[in-house]
């Protein structure tokens, strides 16, 4: 066939090794076995980052693998096995960053932490970092931050006067696992309990129907009080950033939202 090199029967099984030599198959990686498989495989039930508020469909989302500098993986701990959340915020950052005691662990290696200022009467909750986050060490980066830095500015704030966290510090592939959701709650909810801002914001349906039941169109346009453990919290639910950029015919109730926050800030 015209443009086609024909090789000899030698010299095409020559080609084959060295490509499987190049690829790597020709070198062990383990004694054992291993299902590689095993963690790649999302249960049918729980909840899907991206998820819209209005009823829409899905994102599918990629695993982010790159850890940042400095940042080591953590083994999972085996069996279900619990240790204590540490009782200071600044331990417990520490504990997010390192601890194979959270879902995130079985997930990826980056884990993008809270940040701005932890004393500040306004912490915001997102649900998990987007695309590109990890790749910038930055929760909300690329033009979904250009859009959550204005509608900060919007309300005369900005990232030095908020604490932003995130449901889940890594970006999960396909559905949360019940199990793992009610960790990540438990979680939050002690995360909010240290930080103790004076009004909470959160950001989408995931973290919305983890923490006030419902997701965010039926929870948004009143405040909401929330129990965190030792005390409550006033809470808003809005929109995600994401949500908001896709539908911007949204943003005149994310506006109602984010006014209704304000009100005694």
Known sequence: MEGVTA???HEAAASLIRWWRDAGVDTLVDDEPRDWLATSNPLPTGERVGESDAGRGAESARRVSAPLPGRSAAVPLPGGERVELPADLTAFVAWMRE???VPEARWGRT????????????MILIDAPDRGDAETGTLLSGSLGALFDKMLGAI?????????????????VGRVPEDALKRL??????????????RLLIMGDLPSRALLGTEVMQARGELRSLDHGNATVEAVATFHP????????????????LQLLMKGL
């Open 7 to 9: 090789f000899s029967g």
């Open 99 to 101: 601890s194979a005691d």
């Open 111 to 122: 884990r993008l932490l809270p940040a701005g200022n932890a004393q500040a009467d306004l």
């Open 156 to 172: 005369g704030r900005d990232r030095s006067s908020i604490w932003l966290a995130s449901f889940a510090t890594v970006r999960p």
């Open 185 to 198: 709650t438990a979680i939050a909810r002690h995360h909010i309990g240290l930080v103790a801002p004076k």
């Open 242 to 257: 994401r949500l908001l950029d896709e539908r911007p015919a949204f943003k005149a109730q994310a506006w109602k939202d």
